[in-house]
């Protein structure tokens, strides 16, 4: 098993619509969590990081669960400017051992 | 403010040559990184450095030195470029805290090898 899995995508959906990704982590000790956002061709950028209490910002609501060892993002009325790959981060602690996904891919269509 | 900054963008080396990708950063964050990104594969961590003067390998070290001698600067050499080192390069940077508090990237070199 891959130690964090993403679906690579593309999620393609309209204008308006809401849209959810998960991301798996294989290490059962991970202690911080991360969502990235990567334009083409830019470097990846931090939306949000990921509490156990679930943490929420304008249209965008991450969430973790330990038990299922996943966490979400969720996005709400989604805009063409939300077009991006999203990165899941898990840090399982200690700098070398922060992993990053492959990335999933969203397309918001007018 | 200018957070971390690349060079350069873009470059082309022939096989067998070196070259050095520059990172600065001006946020005083004690830890700075190099990734590479290929299609398919992530980012994946070649250097690390928790501080002036510390190094250390990550997960994909083999062709690559680096140094830190001052907080602010964090420069990759290539030493003999390879095809296979063909890549996107990113540069990242994090206060201390063991990567808790995320990373602010580069905007990344864009190297191809002939």
């Known amino acids: 098993r891959k130690e964090v899995e993403q679906d690579p995508g593309p999620f393609n959906v309209p204008e308006g619509a809401t849209v959810a990704f998960n991301c798996t982590y294989s290490n059962s000790a991970s202690q911080s969590f991360f969502w990235y956002r990567q334009d083409c061709r830019k470097e990846p950028k931090l939306l949000m990081s990921v509490y156990s209490s679930g943490n929420e910002d304008g249209r965008f609501t991450a969430q973790l669960n330990r038990a299922s060892q996943y966490i979400s993002l969720l996005i709400r009325d989604s805009k063409l400017s939300d077009s991006a790959t999203y990165l899941c981060?898990?840090?399982?602690?200690?700098?070398?051992?922060?992993?990053f996904g492959t990335g999933t891919k969203l397309q918001v269509i007018p | 403010n200018a957070g971390v900054t690349q060079t350069p963008k873009f470059q082309v080396l022939k096989t067998g040559q070196s070259m050095t990708l520059q990172c600065a950063q001006d946020?005083?964050?004690?830890?700075m990184s190099w990734y590479r990104q290929d299609p398919g594969m992530g980012l994946r961590l070649i250097h690390y450095?928790?501080?002036?003067?510390?190094?250390d390998q990550g997960e994909v070290p083999n062709g690559y030195n680096v140094s830190r001698s001052t907080t602010e600067d964090f420069p990759l050499r290539l030493l003999s470029a390879a095809p296979s080192q063909t890549s996107v390069y990113f540069c990242a940077s994090s206060s201390a805290g063991q990567g808790d508090y995320g990373y602010t990237f580069g905007s990344g070199t864009r190297l191809t090898v002939v």
């Open positions: 981060v898990v840090n399982p602690g200690g700098y070398q051992k922060v992993t």
């Open positions: 946020m005083n964050h004690e830890y």
């Open positions: 450095s928790v501080g002036a003067g510390i190094t």
